[in-house]
């Protein structure tokens, strides 16, 4: 739930002091699976003893985007409460959808986790990751399963664009002459984004297309001893898709945001790379909401994850009038 930009306490149950001291000494929700390095301690969660089916977790600022955390590293910390509570590690996430409700801040969230169904080959959960002493939140429903016979094709194609280090990177300083962008998004200080498909807010374009690509990575990646991205990374690297409007749209000056309503990922399999490839369209943008999806590949060319959204659009400066509401090439 990163927005689309045109321009650049101790409670009830477990006390924030323990949470931490528990992340510090606790194993990954995922299961033991080795993976280091910030995001990793940051979806790490603890139940709470004196609640059954609760889960707690600080969460850092340096994950908001931009000012309250990313919607896909809350969807995963989500998913990490839920695998904690099934506690069946042959079961893999295979795809989840969270609503996101209400807002929830940094700092201490509760994640209450319901097991709807736990069965031999198969096993939902619903959860919903709030602030204490609120109700309402994020709330995401999933599915769990074991690895089953089946057919085997993939009928996307990912774009033949160049590698991760032949792309320029979101942190490279702009041209001579375009203006440094306000401030840094803290999430983007973890995140490193490098452009394979599109045109940059500066360049003068007529768009044609939706279609863009970046390839994205955290600093620290949460690689498994397996040699295996975390999953949950994957989550919070599939919620990153306004840029597919901005593509569509072409070159403006109208400022805009692009937060979440909602967020569906379908888990294919773990990624061997630290690099992923999201290749984003948006399908159509019509009363106020954008439709938009996200196919991501590591660098093997495997199709690892896919996901879909809508979002709402906010224009701090009022919205666009007339012509600038459709696309330059429509015009």
Excluded: K
Excluded at 65 to 75: H, S
Excluded at 119 to 127: K, P
Excluded at 184 to 191: A, D, K, L, R, S
Excluded at 227 to 244: E, F, H, N, Q, W
């Amino acid at each position: 739930m990163c927005p689309g930009v045109r321009r650049a306490a101790t409670t009830s149950g477990v006390s924030t002091a323990e949470i931490q001291a528990g992340q510090a000494a606790a194993t990954p929700a995922t299961g033991a699976t080795g993976a280091t390095g910030a995001f990793a301690d940051q979806v790490r969660v603890v139940a709470d003893p004196d609640r059954p089916g609760r889960y707690g977790a600080d969460v850092d600022p340096r994950w908001n985007c931009p000012a309250i955390p990313q919607g896909g590293l809350m969807t995963a910390l989500a998913a990490a409460a839920m695998t904690e509570a099934l506690d069946q590690p042959e079961h893999r996430l295979r795809t989840l959808t969270t609503v996101y409700a209400a807002m929830v801040e940094c700092g201490r969230v509760e994640l209450d986790v319901t097991v709807l169904r736990r069965g031999r080959t198969m096993s939902q959960a619903l959860v919903t990751a709030h602030g204490p002493g609120q109700d309402e939140g994020h709330t995401t429903v999933a599915v769990f399963g074991r690895e089953r016979p089946g057919f085997e094709f993939t009928d996307l194609v990912r774009p033949d664009v160049p590698g991760p280090l032949d792309c320029p990177s979101f942190r490279d300083p702009p041209p001579e002459g375009v203006p440094e962008r306000g401030d840094p998004v803290p999430f983007w200080q973890n995140v490193e984004g490098r452009a394979a498909i599109g045109n940059p807010p500066w360049e003068p374009y007529v768009p044609q297309t939706s279609h863009c690509a970046f390839w994205y990575r955290f600093d620290e990646p949460p690689m498994r001893p397996d040699g295996t991205l975390d999953p949950l990374a994957v989550l919070a690297l599939a919620d990153l898709m306004p840029s597919s409007v901005n593509q569509r749209m072409g070159p403006q000056e109208l400022e805009w945001w692009g937060p979440s309503t909602d967020l569906t990922v379908h888990m294919f399999e773990d990624p061997r790379s630290e690099w992923l490839l999201a290749s984003l369209r948006a399908r159509r943008a019509t009363g106020g909401y954008a439709s938009v999806e996200s196919a991501l590949w590591d660098e093997r060319g495997v199709l690892v994850a896919f996901a879909a959204q809508v979002m709402y659009m906010h224009f701090p400066d009022g919205p666009p009038e007339g012509d600038h509401r459709i696309p330059l090439d429509q015009r």
